[in-house]
């Protein structure tokens, strides 16, 4: 009933120790604190909260436009509601290194157990465009370091996201992702790989666990969960993908409403009242209440 009785401390350690083990953890992206649940019942090892969908959400393109506490506020919503680790997309941290610190903190607040700092200029892309900028090593370096030395708990996941791949190259995005792990990130989220072969080389490249983002119609082929534990991949995120399922379903759902003046024929699509209370728990709601008005001295 109502949120996770796991807290942000215990979340945090299990995910250091999943991703220890070296299998290949999977995020799918939380649209709302219902799919957060959602996801946790089909058996997945985490929750992503992207910055694309948060944007999209609120109607806008994913061009720098959230504050730091509508990321907050929303993370915190997401993150409570399940016993998963949430890794929340920090896009540039909001600013220099001082409030990369804060946002560090802010998150941490919030309840996540991880979250990614990327190499963008202000105001950042989504990755997966053209026409994106990098600022340069030093910067980039001084963004994670101030992130790894603001957090209060040191099983808060720091990791590090460059853009750089789609700019200056393959061998560009292997010296950078060194330079940030030896700024202090945790993991390393290698943006707009061509094909598993680049994958692969980060991998090699670095000491600590590295992401896969397998984001549609994007610039990335998308994997197998197989074919990125292959190459040894550690945690993979669909972070859009529940998004992009729900809202064309709305809109077929939509078309049939216009087209044939009532939504009978897609009542077998729609997850059923019965389904929705159960993945809402409504029956512990019930006997919480219950045992409230039966309760006698
Ligand atoms: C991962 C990402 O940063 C996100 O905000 O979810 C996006 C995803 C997308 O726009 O498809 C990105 O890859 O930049
Ligand atoms: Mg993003």
Request: aromatic share 6%.
């Amino acid at each position: 009933m109502l949120y996770s009785n796991v807290s942000a401390a215990d979340k945090r350690a299990a995910f250091r120790a999943e991703l220890a083990s070296g299998r290949l953890l999977r995020f799918p992206g939380a649209f709302n604190p219902l799919s957060a649940k959602l996801i946790e019942e089909k058996g997945f090892e985490g929750v992503y909260i992207s910055g694309a969908v948060l944007s999209a959400e609120l109607g806008l393109p994913d061009i720098g436009l959230t504050t730091l506490t509508e990321v907050a506020a929303r993370s915190q919503q997401i993150a409570r509601m399940t016993s998963l680790p949430a890794l929340v997309d920090a896009d540039t941290g909001f600013g220099e290194p001082m409030n990369v610190a804060r946002t560090v903190q802010t998150l941490e607040d919030a309840g996540v157990a991880g979250l990614h700092i990327e190499d963008q200029v202000n105001p950042k892309r989504c990755g997966h465009l053209d026409g994106k900028s990098v600022v340069d090593a030093d910067t980039a370096v001084k963004r994670i370091r101030a992130a790894a030395d603001a957090r209060r708990d040191p099983n808060l996941l720091i990791m590090a996201r460059t853009d750089i791949r789609a700019i200056d190259g393959l061998a560009a995005a292997i010296d950078r992702a060194k330079r940030l792990v030896d700024a202090g990130a945790d993991a390393i989220f290698p943006e707009a790989m061509r094909d598993l072969a680049e994958f692969e080389a980060v991998r090699a490249a670095v000491d600590v666990p590295v992401l896969a983002n397998m984001t549609e119609f994007g610039k990335s082929e998308l994997f197998s969960t197989s074919q990125l534990a292959d190459v040894g991949i550690n945690i993979v995120i669909y972070p859009v993908s529940l998004l992009r399922l729900a809202m064309g379903a709305a809109e077929r759902g939509l078309d049939a409403l216009v087209a044939e003046g009532s939504l009978n024929s897609q009542v077998p699509a729609m997850q059923t009242r019965a389904r929705l209370y159960e993945l809402l728990d409504y029956e512990a709601y019930n006997a919480f209440d219950t045992s409230v008005y039966t309760f006698t001295l």
